[in-house]
């Protein structure tokens, strides 16, 4: 048995959270094998290696679908699910406000129609500017369409460095509206072959996985995941409000402009490869807090953690129900995440009443 | 030292404070007093560098304006009127925010000892939402402190500014703060306080700022300023100081006796929550 360790001082969660970390470390390692041992083919990990073990070689045909088809899905599914995590836990501290999730509020709107934009009117652009882009065209306009998104909500709901529930909520439907409106002229532009990529950009999955679209939305997510935690100290202080965190030496309008743009980064490149996945970004930020607290020092990396391996979950449940078909992976994450949701906006009315 | 000079604020282009002088020395209690809407709030946010103002404002030398915010947390922590928190935060997680703020970051005790000034002993591991309002108001406080605990640093004093502290505080506890800010001045270091209540403004201040209508009326000692010339031309209507009621009951916070310490073991039913969720229960 491990003994669980005793916090340090009453009201210290910091070594809870340390132990959460360790835990979903762990978490995250068995359901990565579990995904990776787990498909429509049939071939398993454990059959691989025994082949291996006993000298001889694996068929060339179970070595593609789990070096060019599994590992890449779940490569991407822990990737995306990490950065949607940790992009609903940065604005949540941004706004203050445990209801604010990117997919909900229109940043991941926003980043669609970057993204459609990009597919649509890409032909558009100077030819040598177009073969610079390449394939990171599509992502990059989901991260300028998210960015936009995100600093017109600030602008519309944060009001002295407060957030109402309601406005933010209702600029979040707003702007979500404009964006799918603007998205659907973008659509009946589009000819044939555009609507093909659309078709195949807008499936929304984990299904369309491989090397180089992970390659594409790396650099963008990469970096916020690991600098992430730099903001901690300023989402603390913002916990108490702006004023009170620029009297605790904070530099209020760096750590906002820093956070909105990291948020952008990563929910537009999740956006750009995996679709619009909602409730990632409001469960997993909840459910660390209630568990270990809303330190964000603590909070942004967990959320790292649980957000990969809900997601990879996710990815599994979607390939299992209507198998040998695949749900989207946004239902699956609706139908567990929507209930969470309505839970803290019946619970903690009392705190969102600001 | 804090010295501020021709200090106006504007909101769109009415200015809700004009040409405010005040000066405050470290070792002192200096009070902000006035009516609604006086500007006594909006002084103070000047003071702190939280909304830009013409003027000067120079607390130790800096020049509040430019400073950048951390150096001017290592020297003075402010206490809002009120402060809603968004997360499930624990009494003792909203004292350590303050304390790694300042310069005492490292000396984990301090937690402790911060609620203990404010009669929190053991409230540590309570959750911040379950707490009265004026338990969050002094849970704020002990934040505060913990940022500037030692009032005096190689660099000089260090400052509380402090609006409406004894807000929404019954009278012991309302004395309990203010000797605390009593003692955080005579250790060396400076207070100024937004305050609405004369008799505790009398009591503990040394100089006392008198604002009406976006101006500073006068300063000085609360004899001079808690006068019935200056407060009743200040709030609009008749304020007689020094003179008891014929009839009517009073209590005064004058005559009250030692305000309940806020370090010794506090009394039944205050502070005393449920016992922490994990570990053995500190025997209070």
Known sequence: MVALPIPAAPGDRAARARLAFGLLWLGLGLIAALSLGTGASGVSVTGLAATWLGGGTASARDLTVLLDIRLPRLAMGAMVGAALAVSGALMQGLFRNPLADPGLVGVGAGAGLGAVAAIVLGGLLPAGLAAAAGPHLVPVAAVLGGWGATLLLHRVAARQGRTSVATMLLAGIALGALAGAATGILIYLADDRQLRDLTFWGMGSLGGASWPKLAVAAPLILPVLALSPLLARGLNGFALGEAAALHTGIDVERIKRLTILSVAASTGAAVAVAGGIGFIGIVVPHLLRLATGPDHRFLLPNAALLGALLLVGADIVARFVVAPAELPIGIVTAVFGAPVFLVILLRSRGILDL | ?284
């Open chain 2, 1 to 284: 030292m804090l010295e501020a000079s021709r200090v106006t604020v504007r909101l769109g282009a009415r200015p809700v404070l004009r040409d405010a002088d005040l000066r405050a020395r470290p070792g002192t209690v200096t009070a902000i007093i006035g009516p609604n809407g006086s500007g006594k709030t909006t002084l103070l946010r000047a003071l702190t560098g939280e909304i830009a103002c013409e003027g000067r404002i120079a607390l130790n030398g800096i020049d509040v304006a430019t400073a950048r915010p951390a150096r001017l947390a290592a020297i003075r922590a402010v206490l809002p009127q009120a402060t809603p928190l968004a997360f499930p935060f624990l009494a003792a997680e909203v004292v350590r925010l303050g304390l790694r703020s300042g310069l005492s970051a490292g000396d984990h005790a301090l937690v402790d000892e911060a609620l203990s000034a404010v009669g929190l002993h053991g409230a540590a591991a309570r959750p911040y939402q379950d707490l009265s309002g004026g338990e969050r108001q002094r849970v704020q406080l002990a934040r505060v402190l913990a940022q500037v605990w030692h009032a005096t640093g190689p660099d000089g004093p260090r400052w509380l500014f402090l609006d409406e502290p004894v807000a929404g505080l019954d009278i012991a506890h309302q004395l309990m703060v203010m000797d605390l800010a009593r003692a955080y001045a005579d250790a060396g270091g400076g207070v100024v306080a937004v305050m609405h209540d004369l008799n505790l403004t009398a009591m503990f201040a040394d100089r006392v700022a008198l604002l009406a209508g976006g101006r500073v009326l006068g300063t000085g000692a609360p004899g001079a300023i808690i006068a019935d010339r200056p407060l009743s031309e200040a709030y609009g209507c008749t304020l007689r100081a020094n003179v008891p009621p014929a009839r009517s009951a009073y209590v005064l916070p004058q005559a009250c006796g030692p305000a309940p310490r806020g370090r010794t073991r506090p009394r039944s039913g205050d502070a005393l929550g449920p016992p922490p969720a994990d570990g053995p229960h500190e025997p209070l």
